[in-house]
């Protein structure tokens, strides 16, 4: 059941860092050998154990097809743990964080080699002095095998008696809204949904959460978050590299599976929906869903695609071998929603996303409306910027008097820059914030099933005219490897209203050092 929370400035302290958290707990990571585990996974358990927040006495199993010893294990576990060499209490606390970990080899579709993983959690299990025990099952795995790894730990792995048992699953979650539904309907007949974490890293990052606070928490936001005061809203992903490496993945997902109908829509739902009754999972959650039920499917003519090309002595991405030649998967993209309710109606929300761009930058940009005319001519919009990553920022572009004998607006900045204002804060890993999560059993930060099903409903159209299901699949435009992205960019924002104040603001070099 949903638990009634609100959220005060408290910050709960070392010593009640394991209150919440259910002791005699084994986390199994699924697919330890893999990249996800190695880079992710494993140090965000890492950065939980430093900081006392795993549960007292919890012991990590890794589980993957790859025959290795404990020491090869441990290597490989630790190997992405920033700061090893040159900080001693970092190297201390890893010899410490390895005497926690085990692993056991075994395949995925293979019911025996789950009842030998079965056997492991026991021997470990009968050390524990209390009746109740805990299964967090992590599956950092391909979608290929979640089916018969659901499966699998159901049958051999599930704990009836004390205690809770818990699946925690990333994305892809299908391919287009009819393979969703077989994947969500198969799983749920082994794990109910209050089992299940349906993984979207985007909702675990410092700034999207920060979302709910700065729209609830300041009356002056929520005065003007509506179509009177807003003129359209962009949300952006960039990303400064290829699919070099991972050309085989992703030119069977494309970059609208890849990043717009998941994080980018999560990041959307979290901006646009109406102030949920607590800050309860469920309630949160209601809340996305009504505001993603209130979008139609994207039209085509709302939708810009293009593709990378060689430049700046960088591969295109055709010039990938794992890329069949003649690809038209788009590796940008760039699609309108529009939300149909009374706080939205008429007001553009852009999602664009690409890769090998000029840039590594994921923002908000939400552009307000002009003034009316009279007084001023020509003077520049407000403009909000919430940047989640990197250098985490939340500045407001607004009109000032240049300080003088005169009077003469100048654009200017509202800025609170993380770095500078929080000088000693450590931002979580979106992992981090999401492994705990799940740990508590607090569902807030998770995709339930019937968000993915809106979420696909308005996707899957379009991503079938580009997947050539009734048709010939459009061509993307290119753009050259580093640029901002296709040349048609420009005017398809400025289709939607967005007008760019470039010439009159600036942001001071000095500033810039800072960061
Ligand atoms: N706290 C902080 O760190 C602050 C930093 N600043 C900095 O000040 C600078 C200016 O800020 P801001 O106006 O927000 O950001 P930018 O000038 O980088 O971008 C503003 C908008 O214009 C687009 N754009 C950028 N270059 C071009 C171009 N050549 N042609 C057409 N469109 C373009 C961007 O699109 P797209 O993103 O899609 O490329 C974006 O939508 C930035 O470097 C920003 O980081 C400002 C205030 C506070
Ligand atoms: O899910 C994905 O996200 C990453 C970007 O994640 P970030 O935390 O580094 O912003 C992206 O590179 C990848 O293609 C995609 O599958």
Not at 52 to 65: T, V
Not at 504 to 511: E, G, S
Request: net charge neutral; aromatic share 10%; proline share 6%.
């Amino acid at each position: 059941m949903p638990r009634e929370r609100s959220m005060s400035g408290t910050i709960p302290s070392m010593e009640t860092a394991h209150d919440d958290l259910k002791d005699n707990t084994i986390i199994v990571v699924l697919g330890a050998s893999g990249d996800l585990a190695k880079k992710k996974t494993f140090p965000a358990l890492f950065a939980l154990y430093r900081q006392g927040f795993l549960p007292r006495d919890c012991k990590i199993i890794g589980y993957a097809r790859t025959k290795m010893d404990k020491p090869d294990f441990e290597k490989r576990a630790t190997s992405y743990i920033k700061n090893a060499e040159d900080n001693k209490d970092i190297a201390n606390a890893i010899e410490s964080f390895k005497t926690i970990l085990t692993y056991v080899a075994g395949d995925y579709e293979d019911g025996a080699a789950f009842d030998k993983l079965r056997g492991h959690l026991e021997g470990i299990e009968s050390s524990y002095q209390s009746k109740e025990i805990n299964r967090i099952f992590y599956l950092a795995l391909p979608p290929t095998v979640f089916i018969p790894v659901a499966k699998n730990l159901k049958e051999h792995c599930y704990n009836p008696k004390a205690g809770v048992n818990r699946i925690i699953i990333e994305k892809p979650f299908g391919k287009d809204l009819d393979s969703a539904r077989d994947l969500l309907n198969t799983v749920k007949q082994y794990w109910s949904e209050d089992e299940t974490f349906r993984i979207d890293h985007y909702l675990g990052k410092e700034m999207v959460k920060n979302l709910l606070v700065l729209r609830f928490a300041n009356i002056a936001m929520g005065a003007a978050w509506d179509k009177n005061s807003i003129s359209n809203v962009q949300i952006t992903f960039k990303e400064p590299f290829g699919t070099e490496g991972r050309g085989g993945y992703f030119d069977e997902f494309g970059m609208i599976r890849d990043v717009l109908q998941n994080h980018l829509l999560q990041v959307l739902s979290v901006l646009t929906m109406e102030r949920p009754v607590s800050f309860a999972a469920e309630d949160i959650r209601d809340e996305k869903v009504k505001v993603l039920r209130s979008i139609p499917p994207i039209e085509r003519n709302d939708t810009l695609l293009g593709q990378y090309v060689s430049a700046n002595g960088k591969p295109g991405y055709l010039d990938d071998e794992t890329v069949p030649p003649n690809s038209t998967c788009p590796t940008f993209a760039a699609t309108t929603l529009w939300i149909h309710n009374p706080r939205w109606e008429g007001v553009p929300f852009i999602l664009k996303a690409g890769k090998a761009l000029n840039e590594s930058k994921v923002e908000v940009r939400i552009q307000f409306k002009d003034v009316t005319q009279g007084i001023f001519k020509d003077i520049a919009r407000n403009e909000l910027v919430i940047r989640i990553q990197p250098n985490e920022a939340v500045y407001l572009k607004l009109n000032s008097k240049t300080p003088g004998l005169y009077t003469r607006a100048i654009p200017t900045e509202m800025d609170l820059t993380y770095k500078r204002r929080f000088l000693e804060a450590k931002i979580p890993e979106a992992y981090e914030a999401l492994i705990l999560d799940a740990l508590r059993g607090d569902h807030s930060n998770f995709v339930r099933h019937d968000e993915l099903d809106v979420a696909w409903k308005i996707f899957t159209p379009i991503l079938h005219w580009i997947d050539g299901v009734n048709g010939p699949r459009p061509r993307p435009v290119s753009y050259p490897y580093g640029s901002r992205g296709p040349k048609e960019l420009e005017a398809f924002i400025e289709k939607y209203g967005y007008k760019r104040n470039s010439d009159a603001y600036f942001w001071p070099v000095t500033n810039m050092a800072a960061l």
